[in-house]
């Protein structure tokens, strides 16, 4: 049986521990907030047991757990037993960065009391021992939210982001619109039109005749090539920066030929590459009226 790969978030309420968890969501972790740690072990066999066996799975385990925290080492040392892998992240912040945040947030600190920074304090305390066994420790006292994403890619996304992120093609026509989704538009207007090609008109991007007719200008191959370099350039920053997907609008005048076969072949050379790639021709089957926008 295959074992999950397990991460444990925990530390000082208010260093960013959910941002921390909807970042590993995003990267493909199976994540749940606030788990007691007693079933952390039951809830690890489950993942592996699963139909499809969920290989990565992220935790917060912290003190709102209470009395149910206190188990914490006691299961870590299950876990050890078990020889199940996992990883402790432990976040933590300055005392006046943690004060200003639970201000700022207007939410009360669960260690309770009326004294916010008392509060902190004996957080602090309480876990110092955790902290002691963390794997990676990750102060976010001068971090903003995407420099902590930054950091937790770099950890455990980005190889298998590279893999589950997502690049929509999209073929349309000018006289329609630019599509509302579009992260990125590219004009192809400059390439040969099969439109003034009577044997051409009625046919699409999808047929083959087009296709040899928009490729039989050299400025197509060299247009393709440098325009894939700057799709696979683009990929990595955009998951740098946390992004899961990218909408590439490719577009002609009417959407039917030239941006069809351009998005056709982009979409072959990713899958080639084992990018995930999905296409869209939204006006091909158009009549060529313009509809109100």
Do not use: W
Not at 161 to 176: D, E
Not at 207 to 230: C, H, R, W, Y
């Amino acid at each position: 049986m295959l074992l999950p790969r397990l991460v444990i978030l925990t530390g000082l309420s208010g260093a960013g521990k959910t941002q921390a968890l909807r970042c590993l969501e995003d990267i493909g972790f199976f994540c749940v907030d606030n788990l007691p740690p007693s079933l952390i072990p039951k809830f690890a066999d489950l993942c592996a047991q699963a139909a499809v066996p969920i290989q990565r799975i992220a935790l917060v385990v912290d003190v709102r757990g209470g009395e149910l925290f206190d188990s914490v080492f006691e299961i870590l040392a299950e876990l050890d037993r078990e020889a199940v892998p996992y990883e402790i992240v432990f976040l933590e912040a300055a005392d006046e960065v943690l004060v200003r945040r639970f201000k700022e947030s207007r939410r009360p600190h669960p260690v309770g009391g009326d004294d916010l920074l008392q509060s902190i304090r004996e957080e602090r305390a309480l876990l110092g021992e955790l902290r002691g066994r963390a794997h990676k420790i990750i102060d976010t006292t001068a971090l903003s939210v995407q420099q902590l994403k930054e950091q937790l890619n770099n950890l455990f996304g980005t190889e298998d982001a590279l893999r589950r992120f997502r690049t929509t093609l999209i073929s349309f026509g000018y006289k329609y619109g630019i599509p509302l989704d579009a992260d990125l538009v590219i004009d192809v207007r400059f390439l040969p039109n099969p439109h003034y090609v009577s044997r051409l008109r009625p046919l699409t991007g999808n047929d083959t005749a087009v296709k040899e007719f928009v490729f039989s200008q050299p400025v197509t191959g060299e247009f393709i090539a440098k325009f894939t370099n700057l799709v696979e350039f683009l990929i990595p920053l955009y998951i740098k920066e946390g992004k899961t997907m990218l909408a590439v609008a490719i577009g002609c005048t009417g959407g039917r030929h030239r941006s069809v076969v351009i998005a056709n072949r982009l979409a072959e050379i990713l899958a080639a590459k084992e990018y995930q790639v999905v296409v869209r021709h939204r006006d091909v089957e158009r009549d060529g009226q313009v509809v109100n926008q």
